[in-house]
């Protein structure tokens, strides 16, 4: 009878699936957990005994006698089926009411416009509300790209077959937004210079713990490298992030970008050209990236920081370690921890809870805090990732500050109290007109030496009077031009 007790160099079966070899026994108080290294890898994890199965030697020896390859056997069905498992499409009509179980591209055109119009009038969140408008419409463009992927007849967007769907779609969209809907109550707000403080006065951020030291981490490459959702953090590994030094000898990280939401990796020369870097906070070492990052690696698990292995790892369960004691475990850290960072940060905190707070909510402090600080859209992608300019326009609008400057200089009063010095709006155009004379009248004359664009002439308070604006130009350019031109009358419909 075989024995149940597992050794090191043991070969143990995963959940029932997956082989892998014991490297190591660890002890944890009361428990016992084992360090498996995966087959054919060199990636490690620290699994519980009830999750392990010795292997009988004449099993693993039948297993070894058989002839490696560099590729599986695979057929054509499986192919097929591993492009439906990567596209995220879901059988939406299996619910009873519809009772449809065939795919979407296999339903006939008249049959399915009349489903995906009963589907759009009809569909519901689990708790019974309404969604938003957008979310419908990207639900049928995720229907689409279905049925061109599988070569469908028509396409939804522009088939005359489906009419229906999109007149549909367009109404329900008008009543969701009549009911109040599409105007994104819960959306996320950006962060500010004050909540990242407030985080890290209240510890946290910093790295006085394991856990701070994740979310400290957490919060620079969000910030810095542009990350997104919790899945991009979820696949990071510990060679994405490499550590270098420029030609002055300043440290900084650089980020080299996986699958993403704008680049899945279908073409292979879709890559960031520039790839994000953080340099050291020399003013502030406390707050420093580089710190921490080494200080992250100094306490990883030895032997636990190759390319492949994960980059965030799960925490050990004593909250104030000591520097003799084990920080993090050989395993990465949950998706679902990853996904409530910033969650869990304002409640440990106490920020101010009226204000809604999201993972999301780092990576609109990025792009709000570039755009406040007048960096151009085309350079701010290239930290943010954005593949489309328009796009820095949905994260990045009028902070408060310039938005009550703007309420003041609507205020009537603000003219009759103090007319001589308005509250000048910051305008974020550099472009400086250093010869502009402006003519009052015939009896008064006065220059105006206008800088921070056109529009900032409008600043200032203007009582009446006619202005005449000379723009000098250089002889030269004037000889250039001297032909005669007719003169072209234009009727103004202007009062």
Not at 202 to 221: A, E, F, H, K, V
Not at 260 to 289: F, L
Not at 348 to 367: E, F, Q
Request: hydrophobic share 30%; with cysteine.
């Amino acid at each position: 009878m075989a024995s149940n007790v597992i050794s090191v160099n043991d070969q143990v079966r995963i959940d029932g699936h997956g082989l892998g070899i014991v490297t190591e026994i660890v002890y944890r108080g009361f428990t016992t957990s084992y360090m498996v290294r995966l087959v054919d890898s060199n990636f490690e994890v620290e699994l519980e005994r009830e999750r392990l199965t010795i292997v009988p030697t004449d099993e693993m020896n039948a297993m070894s006698e058989r002839p490696r390859s560099r590729f599986n056997i695979v057929s054509d069905s499986d192919v097929d089926a591993f492009n439906h498992e990567q596209s995220s499409s879901k059988k939406f009509f299996e619910e009873p009411e519809i009772n449809e179980n065939r795919e979407i591209f296999e339903i006939p055109e008249n049959e399915l416009s009349s489903l995906l119009c009963r589907f759009l009038v009809s569909v519901r969140k689990q708790n019974g509300d309404e969604y938003e408008p957008s979310v419908l419409r990207g639900m049928i463009s995720s229907f689409d790209r279905q049925l061109r992927r599988k070569g469908y007849e028509q396409t939804i967007a522009l088939g005359p077959g489906f009419a229906k769907v999109r007149e549909t779609l367009s109404m329900k969209q008008r009543q969701l937004k009549k009911d109040g809907r599409g105007n994104l109550p819960k959306k996320s707000e950006p962060l500010s210079d004050k909540d990242i403080d407030h985080l890290w006065n209240s510890d946290q951020l910093g790295t006085r713990t394991p856990d701070t030291i994740l979310q400290t981490l957490w919060l620079y490459n969000t910030i810095h490298f542009g990350l997104r959702s919790c899945q991009e953090h979820r696949d990071m590994c510990w060679g994405d992030i490499s550590l270098m030094a420029d030609d002055n000898g300043h440290e900084y990280l650089q980020f080299s970008e996986r699958q993403t939401k704008t680049r899945s990796g279908e073409n292979p020369r879709d890559v960031r050209v520039i790839k994000p870097k953080m340099w050291a906070n020399v003013v502030n070492h406390d707050r420093c990236p580089i710190a921490v990052y080494k200080l992250y690696a100094e306490k990883r698990p030895m032997n636990y920081s190759e390319f492949d292995h994960p980059f965030y790892i799960a925490t050990t369960t004593i909250h104030l370690p000591s520097p003799r004691d084990t920080w993090f475990k050989r395993n990465p850290v949950g998706i679902n921890k990853l996904g409530s960072m910033m969650k869990r940060m304002v409640q440990h905190s106490g920020l101010n809870s009226s204000k809604r707070l999201t993972n999301h909510s780092a990576r609109k402090y990025l792009v709000q805090k570039l755009n406040d600080s007048n960096i151009p859209p085309n350079q701010i992608m290239q930290i943010s990732g954005h593949k489309n300019i328009a796009s820095i326009n949905n994260y990045s609008h009028i902070n408060q500050n310039q938005h009550r400057q703007i309420s003041d200089i609507l205020h009537s009063n603000v003219k009759e109290n103090n007319p001589a010095n308005p509250i000048p709006y910051p305008c974020s155009n550099s472009a400086q007109l250093n010869h502009n004379t402006a003519h009052v009248n015939t009896d008064s004359r006065s220059n105006l030496h206008v800088s921070g664009g056109f529009q900032s002439i409008f600043s200032a308070p203007i009582h009446g009077g006619t202005f005449h604006v000379h723009v000098h130009q250089n002889d030269s350019k004037l000889n250039q031009n001297s032909g005669h031109k007719r003169a072209r009358y234009i009727d103004s419909d202007s009062d």
